[in-house]
């Protein structure tokens, strides 16, 4: 039975776990990313940016978040994020950990986006040395509410960020949501656009683990890597980790595998626009739909054994589609939902 809880509850997509196999067949390799499959990603990702970056590997999403805002930041320093960011409600306190306190400075936004306005109100709100200074910008794409920041949304941000001496970081957990939702090439929301660091998820895309961390100022990557061993993030055997990318990468898989999860997203909330008592709450843009469902029919289809959260997001129930989700999936759930819903 497939469930809308999470995106992370896919399984290994074809292309991804071949090259997995390919990499344990391939013999003895060098240990620590000094292997021949990691090298060849790394030089993928500068082929896919059309820039010369740094290439970091880490296991997951709160690390590569976490670690990334590090090197950006002193421990008196702070980060601007929205108040639904995921660096701000789902981390565990990762990122000040790490950072050894750098504090977290949110602010509101309509569907869940950052603006330059909230972004100086919090810049410009205090100067005096009580106040820990603002360094960093954090905004998450796509957002925590399903939604997609635009070219334009990102340029506006990285200018007031530039104008005020800030570092951009991008939460690119769902990236690839987000460019086949703008249909535009990686770098034009990226490094073309103003961001500094982003990390890009794969796990939600169809790996078995693994985020990277790209740096599109190399400056910024200084001793990066040691951070990375001193968390616990090196993986010794780094091609098990690397070489799944490639069947991301080879044949834009990466971007036929988050099309269909937000092509399912989008026919998901087609289905739930006319049934009695649902509310989606956000025009859902990625792989992500939030809705109010009367609360008689969310514990009956728990009780059916449907599974989905209520505690992610600005409330309601967030309904998560994946690379994988079958249509059959989506028009079972909508009827079962519809079904408890009729009055």
Request: proline share 3%; net charge negative.
């Amino acid at each position: 039975m497939q469930h809308f809880a999470s995106d992370n509850q896919a399984g290994i997509c074809p292309e991804a776990l071949a090259y997995l196999l390919k990499s344990n067949d391939s013999g003895h390799e060098p240990s620590y990313g000094d292997d021949a499959w990691t090298q060849r990603v790394c030089d993928r990702m500068r082929d896919l940016f059309q820039t010369d970056c740094e290439v970091f590997f880490v296991f997951n999403g709160t690390a590569a978040n976490s670690l990334a805002l590090a090197s950006l930041c002193q421990s008196y320093h702070s980060v601007i994020c929205h108040e639904l960011a995921h660096i701000e409600t789902d981390e565990c306190g990762g990122p000040e950990f790490f950072s050894n306190g750098s504090k977290l400075l949110t602010a509101k936004g309509e569907n869940g986006k950052l603006t330059p306005d909230a972004i100086e109100a919090l810049v410009t709100k205090r100067a005096d040395i009580h106040y820990p200074r603002p360094k960093v910008v954090s905004i998450t794409q796509s957002t925590e509410v399903g939604t997609v920041y635009t070219v334009e949304e990102v340029r506006a941000i990285a200018a007031i960020a530039k104008r005020r001496q800030l570092r951009v970081h991008m939460d690119g957990a769902r990236f690839a949501n987000a460019v086949a939702a703008l249909d535009v090439h990686p770098s034009e929301i990226t490094w073309r656009a103003g961001v500094d660091v982003l990390c890009f998820g794969g796990t939600k895309n169809g790996l078995p683990v693994g985020e990277v961390v790209v740096f599109f100022d190399k400056k910024l990557a200084e001793d990066f890597a040691y951070r990375v061993k001193q968390a616990g993030q090196l993986a010794s055997k780094m091609r098990f980790i690397s070489a799944p990318w490639l069947g991301l990468l080879d044949n834009d898989v990466w971007l036929r595998n988050a099309r269909h999860a937000n092509a399912m997203a989008a026919l998901l909330h087609q289905r739930l626009l006319d049934i009695t008592g649902v509310k989606v709450l956000f025009e859902p843009q990625a792989n992500a739909v939030f809705a109010e469902l009367p609360d008689h029919a969310a514990k009956a289809m728990r009780a059916r054994g449907w599974k989905f959260y209520q505690f992610i997001g600005a409330g309601g129930c967030r309904l998560m589609c994946a690379w994988d989700t079958q249509q059959e999936t989506v028009e079972r759930f909508a009827a079962e939902l519809r079904s408890l819903c009729v009055t």
